[in-house]
């Protein structure tokens, strides 16, 4: 079992033991792909981890970007956690019902506007509900409470900041799509994308990061995952996948190993794939 965190990763134990204190919050940051028939919401409102809020990553978002649920201004991630009773001083743990995957894009929302005590849920909803632990379907108690949100540029990146460091080779990027997406052999679930990716890129499915009961994998088997895809860790990283989701696993895998100079390509495949003018590669690399 992987060692618990409150900055990155806890366990179900964890959270059953801290879910009462007063200044703990819980987020539910459940996702689905376009296209699947499941609906996150109603799932929420059905039944979710008590206290739980439900963070809209498609509503917590850029409106004025054509790319889906881009990361959003400072005031709006403030105002829409004020609306959710979540702010300064609150120890925060997402989670979703995949196991582990949208939540990690919640942890980096937090992480990019400033809030440290963010962590995921390990193995999520899930692993919760197969431990007997207690779910309710009730709406949680808002109080409002002030957030204080101070952007960390570092942690994500633009088109042409990638750009450049595909050009210049000085950072590794680390694509977190299926190998056949990277490949260009399966078809994108986005519209109107061109097949391949982002030249002198690494291919790292994001399932390769966790165990079968999708936990995330302890840091010396997080190690040589990274080192088996090709990954050299003595650069810095740039996390990609389809939509600026499931490359935020990648970053909360490197963060799990100790390595701090990573940042999440917020604008991923559904922006790179569209523009015609950006070189891109098939294949296997």
Same mark, same amino acid.
């Given at each position: 079992?992987?060692?618990?965190?409150?900055?990155?990763?806890?366990?179900?134990?964890?959270?059953?033991?801290?879910?009462?204190?007063?200044?703990?919050?819980?987020?539910?940051?459940?996702?689905?792909?376009?296209?699947?028939?499941?609906? $996150?919401? %109603?799932?929420?409102?059905?039944?979710? *981890?008590?206290? @739980? /809020?439900?963070?809209?990553?498609?509503?917590? +978002?850029?409106?004025?970007?054509?790319?889906?649920?881009?990361?959003?201004?400072?005031?709006?991630?403030?105002?829409?956690?004020?609306?959710?009773?979540?702010?300064?001083?609150?120890?925060?743990?997402?989670?979703?019902?995949?196991?582990?995957?949208?939540?990690?894009?919640?942890?980096?929302?937090?992480?990019?506007?400033?809030?440290?005590?963010?962590?995921?849920?390990?193995?999520?909803?899930?692993?919760?509900?197969?431990?007997?632990?207690?779910?309710?379907?009730?709406?949680?108690?808002?109080?409002?409470?002030?957030?204080?949100?101070?952007?960390?540029?570092?942690?994500?990146?633009?088109?042409?900041?990638?750009? $450049?460091? %595909?050009?210049?080779?000085?950072?590794? *990027?680390?694509? @977190? /799509?299926?190998?056949?997406?990277?490949?260009? +052999?399966?078809?994108?679930?986005?519209?109107?994308?061109?097949?391949?990716?982002?030249?002198?890129?690494?291919?790292?499915?994001?399932?390769?990061?966790?165990?079968?009961?999708?936990?995330?994998?302890?840091?010396?088997?997080?190690?040589?995952?990274?080192?088996?895809?090709?990954?050299?860790?003595?650069?810095?990283?740039?996390?990609?996948?389809?939509?600026?989701?499931?490359?935020?696993?990648?970053?909360?895998?490197?963060?799990?190993?100790?390595?701090?100079?990573?940042?999440?390509?917020?604008?991923?495949?559904?922006?790179?794939?569209?523009?015609?003018?950006?070189?891109?590669?098939?294949?296997?690399?």
């Amino acid at each position: 079992m992987a060692q618990d965190d409150p900055g990155t990763l806890v366990s179900t134990d964890w959270l059953a033991a801290h879910l009462k204190d007063p200044d703990l919050r819980v987020i539910d940051g459940t996702w689905y792909m376009p296209g699947d028939p499941r609906d $996150a919401k %109603a799932e929420y409102a059905a039944a979710h *981890i008590p206290g @739980a /809020r439900y963070f809209d990553i498609d509503d917590i +978002a850029d409106a004025r970007s054509d790319l889906p649920h881009m990361a959003p201004p400072v005031e709006k991630f403030m105002s829409r956690l004020r609306a959710l009773g979540v702010g300064d001083g609150h120890q925060v743990v997402v989670y979703d019902t995949l196991g582990l995957q949208t939540a990690a894009r919640v942890w980096w929302l937090f992480r990019l506007m400033g809030h440290a005590d963010v962590a995921v849920l390990d193995g999520g909803f899930p692993k919760w509900l197969a431990e007997g632990r207690v779910v309710e379907d009730l709406p949680p108690v808002i109080r409002d409470r002030h957030m204080t949100a101070r952007r960390q540029n570092q942690l994500v990146k633009d088109v042409t900041q990638v750009s $450049a460091a %595909a050009k210049l080779g000085d950072h590794e *990027i680390i694509d @977190a /799509r299926s190998s056949g997406r990277f490949a260009g +052999a399966e078809q994108e679930p986005w519209p109107g994308l061109r097949p391949g990716h982002i030249p002198g890129s690494k291919n790292l499915p994001f399932p390769d990061l966790l165990n079968e009961d999708k936990t995330m994998k302890d840091p010396e088997e997080l190690r040589a995952v990274f080192d088996k895809a090709g990954v050299d860790l003595t650069k810095p990283a740039i996390t990609s996948c389809g939509s600026g989701v499931t490359a935020c696993v990648v970053s909360l895998a490197l963060e799990r190993i100790g390595k701090k100079d990573w940042s999440v390509y917020d604008g991923s495949w559904t922006e790179w794939g569209a523009f015609p003018t950006l070189p891109v590669e098939t294949g296997d690399i």
